[in-house]
């Protein structure tokens, strides 16, 4: 009789198959496009050139996102990789061209994680100083950033499973906060009969055209995140078959999301 072993059991750091399913990769590139920034951190510079039609430029963004997130999702689904882009276009061209994939994805990587916990300082400052005015600083915005990093860190280390129960947990705290928000804000329109749809027609941008696509920058950048869904291809239950499907879905569920929070 034979015995079989995965990688996983000879090397407790190679990485684990069949560790996620299809909640554990949508959470993932979820986590990475941050619901909650995309509100907290690009809805200003969204409105400040496109107004009131905000919302019409997530949609526009998603729109424009697709095409991208099928060719992830297809060739994902022909080379299942944790290399993803850099596998690919190392097999396609040579190893060359991949290594300079792998260099761009690793600074993308790099600028996200440096800039989440900046953001989340200053947010933390701003709670901080609703309770305790005058008394916030850099110190406490160094605070935060530290915190954050730890969490985050807890949350990586043991694992990708841990990691994608983490990844779902923050996720839903941050979409539920954001949702009690635009809540509140939907019922205190409604008492004053100010609901209207005109914010899904670009044609309401407060700068015409050229506000749209300003805003337009933003609203795509609020995407940037979903091909990290196809680095744990390797790590996911039938990943030929989840990770395309998990791709389209994350941008849809969150370009639809964003949309209709920003209205």
């Known amino acids: 009789m034979g015995l079989s072993v995965n990688s996983s059991q000879l090397n407790p750091n190679a990485l684990k198959a069949g560790a996620l399913g299809a909640l554990g990769a949508t959470a993932l590139g979820v986590a990475m496009m941050a619901p909650a920034l995309g509100i907290y951190a690009n809805l200003g510079p969204v409105s400040a050139g496109a107004g009131k039609a905000s919302p019409s430029v997530f949609l526009i963004a998603l ?7 099928i060719s992830y999702a297809l060739l994902s689904r022909e080379v299942p990789s944790a290399g993803s882009a850099y596998t690919w276009l190392s097999e396609a061209t040579t190893p060359f ?12 990587y790099f600028i996200a994680v440096i800039l989440q916990p900046i ?21 406490t915005w160094m605070l935060g950033i530290l915190i954050s990093t730890l969490v985050v860190a807890l949350f990586a280390y043991p694992g990708i499973d841990i990691s994608a129960r983490g990844s779902i ?21 409604l008492r004053h009969g100010h609901i209207d749809f005109e914010s899904f027609n670009p044609a ?60």
């Open 63 to 69: 729109v424009c996102t697709i095409p991208t997130a």
């Open 119 to 139: 953001l989340f300082g200053l947010f933390f400052n701003e709670l901080l100083a609703s309770f305790f005015p005058g008394q916030i600083g850099y110190g």
């Open 204 to 263: 309401t941008s407060v700068h015409g055209n050229k506000g749209f696509f300003e805003g337009l920058i933003f609203g795509l950048l609020s995407f940037v995140g979903f091909s990290v869904i196809t680095t744990a291809a390797e790590e996911t239950h039938s990943p030929r078959s989840i990770i395309p499907r998990v791709v389209i879905l994350a941008c849809v569920l969150l370009g639809i999301f964003w949309a209709v929070v920003a209205w």
């Open 169 to 189: 947990a923050v996720t839903v705290f941050g979409m539920v906060v954001i949702s009690a928000l635009a809540c509140t804000i939907l019922i205190l329109e």
């Open 97 to 108: 061209f991949g290594v300079w994939m792998g260099l761009l994805l690793v600074s993308t």
